[in-house]
């Protein structure tokens, strides 16, 4: 099994930044890729960013050129760096681990708050 935690949301003013972390446990050599989710009131949860062991990164539309996800102690790790934030990034963040079969752990989530 594995088990994914997020830290490292808040408040910030809209162009602002913030570092989300997640940090994954258990049968990691499972994970084949891991990535960012988030849900809005009222909104379905959507993907944000992924990368996966080749290193390859994919991001919304939304948030190419403002966020960057990489991860760092052999997959232990996974960040989400999120710069010159909107207030329509505000959302609960998940980190989520997948493996080649599918889903196999989310998070319990992180809200992120840009607002003045």
């Known amino acids: 099994q594995v088990q994914v935690v997020e830290s490292g949301g808040g408040l910030v003013q809209p162009g602002g930044s913030l570092r989300l972390s997640c940090a994954a446990s258990?049968?990691?050599?499972?994970?084949?890729?891991m990535g960012w989710y988030r849900q809005a009131p009222g909104k379905q949860r959507e993907l944000v960013a992924v990368?996966?062991?080749?290193?390859?990164?994919i991001y919304a539309d939304s948030v190419k050129g403002r966020f960057t996800i990489s991860t760092e102690n052999a997959w232990n790790m996974v960040y989400l760096q999120m710069n010159s934030l909107k207030t329509e990034d505000s959302a609960v963040y998940y980190c989520?681990?997948?493996?080649?079969?599918?889903?196999?752990?989310w998070g319990q989530g992180t809200q992120v708050t840009v607002s003045s």
């Open positions: 990368i996966n062991r080749g290193v390859t990164t």
């Open positions: 258990g049968s990691i050599f499972s994970i084949a890729s």
């Open positions: 989520n681990a997948q493996s080649y079969s599918g889903p196999i752990a």
